[in-house]
């Protein structure tokens, strides 16, 4: 019946998740497959990694092994660890495809946008159109695998012993990885210059509570500087050892661990002060937008009469396009899509803008159910157009309009990321770019009255291949410089814009038919820079021109030694004129610049100011007047001094200068050098002569200098002779390392593989199989909960985890009452399977007969097929088919039990669920967000025909259930949790079930109220309603029953104090909780024949009674109580301890104390 579902879910989640009538209600998440393309995968594998794809993923799988053996080797050392298995990395398409994998829990698979998800030795990456990207979600993968298996253990016993005793900070664990994955950037240096610029944090540990990522990156990377790169690995060694962050500090650096935040502190500070110097506050009128909760601001586009400015405000998700009306101050939604998801990675690629020339329309790309959609919304008529992109697109990055009829796409096709104009009328696309190079911000510009495209790539020269490049021997990983394309010519050469092998190009956009703007991080803060294109001799050549009419073009240095010179006629030296562009700074500003655009016709720019409280969007003239180059951060200028040496300062290798001011920086403890011979890495000779070519500090090209062309050669190669890659120098040039050689031909289908996931020995009494008894088996009224047992189980899992199969078994501590089961689960399809198996016998004895004993046998039996389609990640409709089996056996203890017969009942059911579900598990027993269950189920008798005689008739009669479960948190005073349940079941028909209202789930003491009788009915099943605390099992009981929770959850030590080493007193909690419900039989708990107010006194023999008294007396039909409780964690079970008074029919009740296992609602 339905109950056997939540039976087998509940021994599945054991302690921590039973599902029985009471508070434990089978929930969850999931994950919806929109797709065919995870039918079939392949791998490749490597000396250290198995990297598995899918479908089109193919090119990004071959660019993930070679970037993992390129970063492998540098990450061992970093942290000084091996292990011994191979790293598995599973690739996926795009972040949509990354968030429809079954693989991790839905605990485990929490994640956050801009960090790698593991899980065990398995790393998820995903293309967004960036190699840099990848590989840096790469770094961090490995980074994680190595840093659980150093800080936790490889083994199971390890891993457990670990968990408990080391409590690390968030910072230690998050910032190392982001070290790891980039030591540093300039997107870091703006957000903690932004923060310590604030003043909103007093201190490294309040500024750790609200940024662990960002905090402990920058300690991280001002311990691998400043202390030595060992410093880093020997930290983590130490820390494990002693299992304490403060005694690995003072034994690895010499000092204590306040006194190298203090350290630190002072080191930025002075650091961003010196930065701060000659530079200017951002300029322009801030915009009036509504964003109190800050949340992320994209895709600033002005109109282009420069009246009305488009945007977009994404909340976890939900995304809504706003017009701003600049000459009015106002702003309106236009458009809302996406689905808020606290759970999985944002993916903020999307929406996508762009203005239609014609000034009324407003074009709209975004995602839907992993369908690209391309919406127009116009001013006049206020109304929306919508149609489904090319199919070909995997995605899009960025895009705009180069006329009314056609726009130019950044977009992946083949997981490639390429330029393509498109066609709305006819969905029809035309590629401009076809290599693995990645293109993402573009802008269409009108540039010498020719139309053309100004690009970001990571491309290392100008010339469009006519070939495809082989993907074995270069990988992009340069950093972005920008490119004009020219649409309406035919040569497959590009302009080269920017050469710039330390920073990165963004948001091109157009002043006019001369100029152009973008932002830049030269400086080490992004700026905006101008520029425009010019004619210039690029070379001459000579034209041959024979006798008989033909033309020879070649070089002007170059000769033809087998012409002979009779059949000349003439000869004319022409210039060959190319393009190049001439750039120049137009502002020097203290922040970064996070996004750009212009309005040429409006003569208005809009700027994206990123701060820590709010995010300011700034409208102001164009500005394209030149300016100085900024000068150089810090950070940058360390860069720039130490690259081609090999010296990187990303990892710190070596010992650089302090910043211009007095910083306070701790000296790396002193050792002792065995190899007196070897010169030190990070040293060089005095010498009278000039520093080898390999050696001098790295400059980049001047773009104001007009005495040289900018040709189609690729920038020098950077040598670095340091054995360990550096990330800064793969950024500058892509030549210095040699990749890994893959054969792409060497594909291996991926087979099953299955693994042993779990296995759980362990005390449990969670009312299984919804705490369901059959009444026909059960000698002894009332209600009375399972005692404690033994509960055995496994979990084998394949490695896409689509597969999945659990059995197990619990054996009373009374050894009576034995129950097995099996659950197989496929779920790699969108509509997900489950079947089920269940036995359990338990024994009674019965009163003696002429003593002679008697002894008596049930059996419960039941399969199970259970289907679930997931309507979105939160929602499912969910169909539970179940087949059962009662029997009652006595057991022969005489001739004349001997020859009684079993009595067998076979019930058939089907259950209908509706399930939401969108809560986050912010701590143990915390949640935040809303969860609901509504459900109907039929259930009907029937028996096997006679023998001799096949198949089986239906009985006369019916069961049929409704219930409702609805709960919601409110986060309250930070850490706390303010709960609300509200329950309610009823059963109908010529069957039902008897629902016992009263008392806690798993009460480890459980007591029954005796005195109220069970209603009259045929009653097939009795369970239990929890929780109402304050009075015992069975103070209310009938066919249905509606139940009230109200909890406080504060966990009270956490206010105490910012750091806990305590597992126990950081997860202690304190309760204050109110209960009210009722239990009745009929259709009214208020009628006057309630069997509640009616008690019915017989007297004489059973079936010949003589008297019937009838008393009629009146009780609340509803009950409350209230009190207080707490929750610990002690040797790995969740206690629950409440003290409670019950309210019954106005009156206190006494007090009474429930101690209970598991979890809350």
């Not at 990055?397 to 056609?406: K, Q, T, V």
């Not at 773009?703 to 360990?724: G, H, K, N, T, Y």
């Amino acid at each position: 019946m339905r109950n056997s579902l939540l039976l087998l879910l509940a021994i599945f989640f054991s302690l921590t998740g039973g599902f029985g009538q009471g508070t434990q209600v089978e929930f969850g998440k999931n994950r919806v497959q929109y797709h065919n393309d995870f039918e079939e995968w392949s791998q490749y594998e490597s000396d250290n990694f198995f990297v598995y794809w899918y479908g089109q993923s193919r090119n990004i799988a071959q660019a993930a092994v070679q970037l993992a053996e390129l970063d492998f080797s540098e990450i061992q050392s970093l942290l000084e660890h091996r292990i011994n298995e191979k790293v598995q990395i599973i690739v996926y398409t795009d972040i949509t495809d990354f968030k429809q994998s079954n693989i991790g829990s839905e605990e485990a698979f929490t994640s956050v946008a801009g960090q790698t998800k593991i899980v065990g030795n398995t790393i998820f990456v995903y293309f967004d159109g960036d190699h840099s990207k990848l590989r840096k979600q790469i770094r961090e993968g490995i980074a994680s695998v190595y840093l659980n298996t150093m800080l936790f253990g490889a083994n199971i016993q390890e891993v457990v012993q670990n968990a408990v005793m080391l409590n690390l900070p968030m910072w230690f664990k998050d910032g190392l990885v982001a070290y790891a994955a980039e030591p540093w950037s300039t997107e870091n240096d703006n957000a903690l210059r932004d923060a310590m610029a604030s003043k909103k944090y007093k201190g490294f540990v309040r500024f750790a509570e609200d940024n662990p990522r960002l905090a402990g990156h920058a300690l991280w990377y001002y311990i691998a500087e400043n202390f030595g790169r060992t410093a880093v690995s020997n930290l983590l060694y130490l820390t494990r050892i002693n299992r304490s962050v403060e005694s690995g500090f003072l034994y690895v650096m010499g000092t204590s661990y306040p006194a190298v935040i203090a350290g630190w502190e002072t080191y930025f500070t002075k650091r961003y002060q010196e930065d701060q110097k000659g530079r200017e506050a951002p300029a322009g009128a801030p915009l009036a937008i509504r964003n109190r909760k800050n949340y992320p601001l994209s895709q600033l586009k002005l109109s282009p009469d420069g009246n009305t400015l488009a945007y977009a405000l994404n909340r976890a998700g939900r995304f809504k396009v706003y017009l701003f009306d600049l000459q009015k101050n106002t702003s309106n939604v236009i458009f809302k899509g996406g689905q808020r998801n606290l759970l999985q990675a944002t993916d903020y690629n999307y929406p996508l803008l762009a203005w239609n020339p014609n000034n009324t329309q407003l074009s709209v790309v975004f995602e839907y159910r992993d369908d690209l959609r391309f919406s127009t919304y116009d001013l006049t008529t206020r109304k929306t157009t919508s149609e489904l992109l090319e199919e070909n697109y995997q995605r899009v990055f960025d895009m705009d309009y180069a006329d009314p009829f056609s726009l130019v796409f950044s977009a992946s096709v083949s997981s490639q990321s390429d330029l393509f104009l498109y066609l709305p009328r006819t969905r029809s696309s035309r590629r401009l770019t076809n290599d693995f190079y990645d293109e993402q911000d573009l802008a269409f510009v009108n540039l010498r009255n020719r139309k053309g495209v100004i690009f970001a790539s990571n491309r290392p020269d100008t010339l469009l291949p006519l070939a495809p490049v082989r993907r074995d021997t270069v990988l992009p990983r340069r950093t972005f410089d920008l490119f004009y394309l020219d649409l309406e010519g035919e040569a497959r050469e590009l302009v080269r814009i920017t050469r710039t092998p330390l920073s990165d190009e963004r948001f091109p956009s157009a002043v006019d038919t001369a100029y152009f703007t973008y932002i830049s991080d030269r400086s080490g803060i992004y700026n905006q820079e101008s520029g425009f294109l010019e004619d210039f001799v690029h070379h001459r050549n000579q034209h041959i021109f024979l006798n008989d009419g033909t033309e020879v073009v070649i070089h002007e240095d170059s000769t033809l030694e087998s012409l002979d010179t009779t059949l000349i006629d003439s000869i004319q030296i022409r210039p060959v004129i190319r393009q190049r562009a001439v750039t120049f700074a137009c502002s020097n500003l203290d922040r970064n610049l996070e996004a750009l655009h212009t309005s040429p016709r409006g003569r208005k720019q809009v700027e994206l100011v990123p701060r820590l409280s709010k995010s300011l969007v700034l409208v102001q003239a164009l500005q394209i007047d030149p300016k100085d180059r900024p000068a150089d951060t810090y950070y940058q200028q360390i860069r720039k001094r130490f690259i081609r040496a090999g010296e990187d300062t990303l990892h710190g290798q070596f010992s650089h200068e302090m910043p211009p001011s007095s910083a306070i920086l701790v000296r790396e403890p002193s050792h002792t050098n065995t190899d007196t011979l070897r010169i030190p890495e990070g040293f060089l000779f005095q010498s009278r002569f000039g520093f080898p070519v390999s050696s001098m500090p790295l400059q980049e090209e001047s773009r104001d200098s007009l005495s040289f062309p900018v040709d189609s050669r690729p920038a020098a190669p950077v040598i670095l002779p340091s054995p360990v890659s550096a990330f800064d120098a793969g950024m500058a040039d892509e030549s210095n390392t040699p990749l890994h050689r893959i054969n792409t031909a060497r594909i291996t289908p991926y087979r099953l593989q299955f693994r042993t996931d779990e296995v759980t020995t362990q005390m449990d009494n969670t009312l299984l199989f919804e705490g369901l008894d059959n009444l026909a088996g059960n000698p002894e009224p009332g209600f009375s909960p399972p005692p404690a047992g033994i509960l055995m189980k496994a979990t084998v899992k394949d490695l896409l985890e689509d597969y999945q199969m659990e059995g197990g078994m619990r054996f009373p501590t009374s050894f009576n009452g034995a129950e097995y089961f099996f659950v197989f689960d496929n779920r790699k399809k969108r509509l997900d399977q489950r079947f089920a198996f269940y036995t359990k016998n338990l024994r009674y004895n019965d009163p003696p007969v002429f003593n002679v004993p008697r002894r008596r046998e049930t059996n419960i039996l039941l399969g199970q097929y259970g289907l679930r389609y997931p309507l979105d990640v939160f929602q499912s409709l969910r169909a539970t088919a179940t087949v059962r089996r009662d029997r009652v056996l006595q057991m022969a203890t005489d001739q004349t039990t001997l020859n009684i017969p079993a009595v067998s009942q076979q019930r058939i059911g089907l259950r209908l669920e509706y399930v939401f579900d969108n809560t986050v598990e912010t701590a143990l027993n915390m949640r935040n967000g809303a969860r609901m269950r509504v459900m109907g189920e039929m259930m009907k008798k029937f028996s096997f025909k006679e023998e001799g005689q096949k198949g089986f008739s239906f009985q006369d009669g019916y069961m049929g259930i409704l219930g409702l479960d609805a709960r919601y948190y409110q986060p309250v005073l930070k850490h706390s949790i303010l709960a609300a349940r509200l329950a309610g079941m009823t059963s109908f028909g010529t069957e039902k079930i008897l629902y016992y209202l009263g008392g806690v789930d798993n009460w480890l003491f459980p007591e029954n109220n005796e005195t109220i009788d069970a209603p009259q009915g045929n009653f097939a099943f009795q369970t239990l309603a929890a929780n109402l605390r304050g009075f015992p099992i069975n103070v209310r009981n009938g066919n249905s029953y509606l139940l009230l929770n109200a909890e406080m959850r504060v966990p009270i030590f956490r206010y105490l104090s910012k750091r806990l080493n305590s597992g126990f007193l950081r997860n202690f909690q304190v309760i204050g909780f109110f209960d009210v419900g009722t239990a009745w039989a009929g259709s009214d708990p208020f009628r006057e024949d309630n069997p509640l107010n009616t008690t019915v006194f017989k007297e004489g023999e059973e079936g010949k009674e003589f008297i019937f008294i009838t008393l009629n007396y009146f009780r609340d039909p509803i009950v409350a109580g209230y009190g207080l409780g707490a929750r610990a964690l002690l040797f790995g079970y969740f206690v629950r301890v409440d003290y409670a008074w019950g309210l019954e029919t106005r009156q206190i009740q006494d007090p009474k104390l429930y101690i209970s296992l598991g979890f809350d609602f």
